[in-house]
Every structure is written in structure tokens, then in C-alpha cells.
């Protein structure tokens, strides 16, 4: 069955501090797509990542990089040098239908980032 | 790119009276619309999902309706609201093949 484990509850770093955030899927599709989504305090989800599952390339956008690894079913999110801003709520998702797009989502981890 | 609509943004319901919570999409055709509530700040599940005008598929047998009575229009009602149908309401829609990208959310409260 799918599912998608985030084990951190929640996160506090000081700012500036380098944090990742883990992300541990299951499936049984050989064809599926991993996402990652900000919640900040406002509620509405920001889309920050689709992945493939025959993309296992590593993606750095600014200060955000993310590092898929198939061997492990993990797909896991790091923030460098993070900032205030980045304090929120954040979920990795699962999708294995590509006709229905159904996501299976991970129970979130908070991030706190303190000045 | 699409945008989505949701109103209300905000919404106290006393248990027992029906609810609809509305969402509309602009600037895509044909998309798949979701409903997924949050309760207490967490988890997503996801309620109801469309591929089509009038094609609904519940996820999770519970209180509540959905419907799809227009391309771009997606509906989510009960006819009696209970004290668990309190949460933060969110609507996703998703272009063909792509990703989901979400509404500002409905919160309800329902005493």
C-alpha cells in the first residue's frame, strides 16, 4: 500500500542554520511522483517540487535542494542557511495515478526557524 | 497559470445545519478538482476528487458531499453538519498530467 512517513514531528534551528527534512515513501508502482509542499501559517499549500521516479537526479533550487534516493525510498528536502521565513508546516506527498493525480500525503513536519 | 477560488474563507456553523463551501478555478480547462480537509493543523486526507463535470469519486465515507456542476466549479456540502466536520477545507486542482496546486482553504467551525 502507499504511504509516505515523515518521522519529524517538528524541527527548531536557530537562522542560518543548515536542516533537512526527511521523507520515507512506500509503493508498489514502479511509475509514481514525489512532491513537497509548503504550508506557511496562512494555510495555503505552496507547491515547491515534483519528482519523477525515473528522475533520481538531485535538484537545488537556491537555498532549497532536495535528494532522491530510490535504493532507500526516501526523497528528503534540505534548506541551507534557513531563514524566519521558512518557518512552516511542510509535506511530502506520494502520487502513483497519473490519470487521477489522488495524493497521499505524509503528516507533515513543522519547522521553526528562530532568529 | 490557474488560480482558485474559495469562499468563504472563514465559516461558524451550529451542528445541524447544512453546509457549501465553494470552489472555482480560472485560467486552465478540464482539470481535476480535489477536496481535502485538515484537521487540528496536520495530516491532508483527501475527501473527493473530479476528472469531469458531474464524475465524483469520495474517498472517505463521512457526512459529507461533493459536486461538479460546471467545468471549473467545485462544491463540497453536507445537509446536517456534525462537531468532526470541523477543519480547514482545502480545494487542489490539477491541468492535465501535472501538479496539484491548492486554494486559500475554508476554515469551519462547526459548534
Known amino acids: 500500500a502507499q504511504k509516505v512517513t515523515q518521522a519529524q514531528t517538528e524541527i527548531s534551528v536557530v537562522e542560518k542554520e543548515d536542516v533537512t527534512l526527511d521523507c520515507v515513501y512506500e509503493t508498489r508502482d514502479t511509475t509514481y511522483y514525489l512532491f513537497w509542499y509548503k504550508q506557511p501559517p496562512s494555510g495555503e499549500l505552496v507547491f515547491l517540487i515534483r519528482r519523477n521516479s525515473f528522475d533520481e537526479q538531485n535538484e537545488i533550487s537556491g537555498r532549497y535542494s532536495w535528494n532522491f534516493q530510490k535504493s532507500t525510498s526516501s526523497f528528503n528536502f534540505t534548506i541551507t542557511a534557513s531563514q524566519v521565513v521558512d518557518s512552516a508546516v511542510y509535506f511530502c506527498?506520494?502520487?502513483?495515478?497519473?490519470?487521477?493525480?489522488?495524493?497521499?500525503f505524509g503528516q507533515g513536519t513543522t519547522l521553526q526557524v528562530k532568529p | 497559470s490557474q488560480t482558485i477560488h474559495q469562499w468563504p474563507a472563514t465559516l461558524v456553523q451550529p451542528v445541524g445545519s447544512p453546509l457549501s463551501l465553494e470552489c472555482t478555478v480560472e485560467?486552465?480547462?478540464?482539470?481535476?478538482l480535489y477536496w481535502y480537509r485538515q484537521a487540528a493543523g496536520r495530516g491532508l486526507q483527501l475527501l473527493f476528487y473530479?476528472?469531469?463535470?458531474?464524475?465524483i469519486s469520495s474517498e472517505v465515507p463521512q457526512n459529507l458531499s461533493a459536486s461538479r456542476p460546471q467545468d471549473r466549479q467545485f462544491i463540497l456540502s453536507s445537509k446536517k453538519l456534525l462537531l468532526s466536520d470541523s477543519g480547514f477545507y482545502l480545494c487542489a486542482c490539477m491541468p492535465l498530467g501535472e501538479t496539484q496546486y491548492f486554494g486559500p482553504g475554508t476554515r469551519l467551525l462547526v459548534l
Open positions: 473530479s476528472v469531469g463535470i458531474g464524475q
Open positions: 485560467g486552465t480547462s478540464n482539470p481535476n
Open positions: 506527498a506520494l502520487s502513483e495515478e497519473k490519470n487521477t493525480g489522488k495524493l497521499i
